[in-house]
């Protein structure tokens, strides 16, 4: 999953051997789609040099307090605002973290830029040990790294194997994969919806007549979409049943299921229902499909064609039926006497949630990039939204289920 794509990481390199390996983890970020600035010491220019980092990271490197002066310049070198770059930064990792940088940032001594930046981070902060064995199993280091951590640092621990001193023990800064993975993990188990199995249905349903023709409706899929995506990047793991929609996806922690029919989606939706802790029912399933689907196309002859038409079952009113510890939501679209209409449909399908949209408001509904809603609970709470884009919407809903659920 994503969870570094678009994230400011700031990068902090200190000097031991394993700052060579800081190349690899600028290139590993930025392909992960997260955005890097790197502040190292100097003493961490001798491992690797700046030009390497900030090639990779494709912006300015930061060492000192001020810009090198240029000889040739009367202009007075610009100051590297250490506030700026911390504030910046969504997480501060600091790798290779040598013995003398943590004890540093344990005792708040701040000599050099990456201590100034450490002791002004609001962020989350990371750090990778790197050092010698002995030196790792040091009663100092022990305690450095206890009040580190009850700082609210997050050690990355150090691997066994063989050191730059030829001998073999713990110490080693863990691998630049493994460093990214633990990042990855570390911000996906904080999520709100970490651990929850979501199942959400979107679109409209296809109701064949003949081999070319069917009954559907205006529905883009937008709203639950977003509801999906949205779920996702709060750490759900999300399994969206969509009707025919043109729309996209690109979040490997959405698995989507394409279905046509009422009937097809009603199946899948059955299949996941027993596995899933929140199911959210936004398509706008056919009510009635054609009682007969025609094996060949239908000809035109008369003036007149009736077609015959047969209920669909109710998706959301079957969950109901079954559900146990299931947080049920549904939608509903309606013209008149919404908020009424919406709580008997809410009591009828035993929902925890229902989604009222209106069609009288504008900028709700079907194709829309916006939606209006109102949220109505099982116990009478009623919490009216203004217009806003359908991102927003999926967000005010996923939070407020947090917030049912948590309670
Ligand atoms: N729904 C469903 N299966 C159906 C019909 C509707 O799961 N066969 C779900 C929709 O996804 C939505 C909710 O039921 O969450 C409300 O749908 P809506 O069409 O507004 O209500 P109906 O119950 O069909 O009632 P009516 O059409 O009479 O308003």
């Known amino acids: 999953m994503a969870v570094l794509s678009g994230k400011n990481i700031l990068l902090g390199v200190t000097g031991g051997i394993a700052a060579y390996k800081a190349a690899f983890l600028v290139r590993i970020l930025i392909k992960k789609g997260a955005n890097v600035k790197v502040v190292m010491t100097n003493s961490a220019k001798e491992f690797v040099t700046p030009l390497t980092l900030s090639t990779l990271s494709k912006n300015e490197v930061f060492s ?105 023990g713990q110490g080693r800064m863990a691998e630049p994969e493994e460093i990214v993975s633990f990042l990855e993990n570390d911000i996906l188990k904080k999520l709100p919806l970490y651990g929850k199995k979501f199942l959400i249905t979107a679109g409209p349903t296809y109701e064949a007549i003949d081999p070319v023709r069917f009954i559907g409706n205006h529905s883009s899929g937008k709203m639950g979409y977003a509801i999906a995506e949205t779920a996702a990047q709060l750490g759900a793991e999300v399994v969206l049943i969509s009707g025919p929609s043109a729309l996209k996806l690109e979040n490997d922690f959405v698995k989507i299921i394409r279905v046509t029919s009422a009937a097809e989606m009603y199946n899948t939706a059955h299949e996941y229902f027993g596995k899933s802790d929140v199911a959210i029912l936004s398509a706008a399933v056919a009510d009635y499909r054609p009682s007969e689907i025609a094996s060949e196309k239908i000809k035109k002859k008369e003036d007149n064609f009736t077609l015959q038409l047969t209920k669909t079952k109710d998706i959301l009113a079957s969950l109901g039926e079954i559900k146990k510890n299931q947080f049920l939501v549904g939608f509903a679209l309606e013209t008149e006497n919404e908020e009424e209409n919406a709580k008997l449909k809410l009591k009828k399908k035993n929902l925890d949630l229902i989604v009222l949209n209106s069609l009288r408001d504008e900028g709700a509904g079907f194709q829309t990039d916006t939606n209006k809603v109102t949220l109505i609970t099982k116990d009478n709470k009623t919490l009216p939204f203004p217009v806003k884009p359908k991102k927003e919407v999926a967000k005010d809903i996923l939070e407020f289920i947090i917030e049912q659920t948590n309670a």
Do not use: R
């Not at 000192?64 to 605002?81: C, Q, R, V």
């Not at 973290?97 to 002791?119: E, F, I, R, V």
């Not at 450095?144 to 050191?163: C, M, R, V, W, Y």
């Open 64 to 168: 000192s307090f001020t810009e090198e002066k240029d000889p040739k310049s009367f202009k007075e070198p610009k100051w590297n605002n250490h506030v700026e770059l911390a504030l910046w930064a969504d997480l501060f990792l600091i790798a290779p973290a040598t013995a003398n940088t943590l004890s540093k940032m344990a005792n708040g001594t701040c000599d050099n830029l990456l201590l100034a930046c450490y002791l002004s981070a609001k962020c989350p902060v990371y750090y990778a040990p790197a050092m010698d064995l002995d030196m790792y199993k040091h009663p100092t280091t022990a305690e450095t790294f206890e009040k580190l951590n009850s700082f609210g640092n997050i050690q990355i621990p150090a691997a066994f194997g063989e050191l730059a001193s030829g001998l073999v």
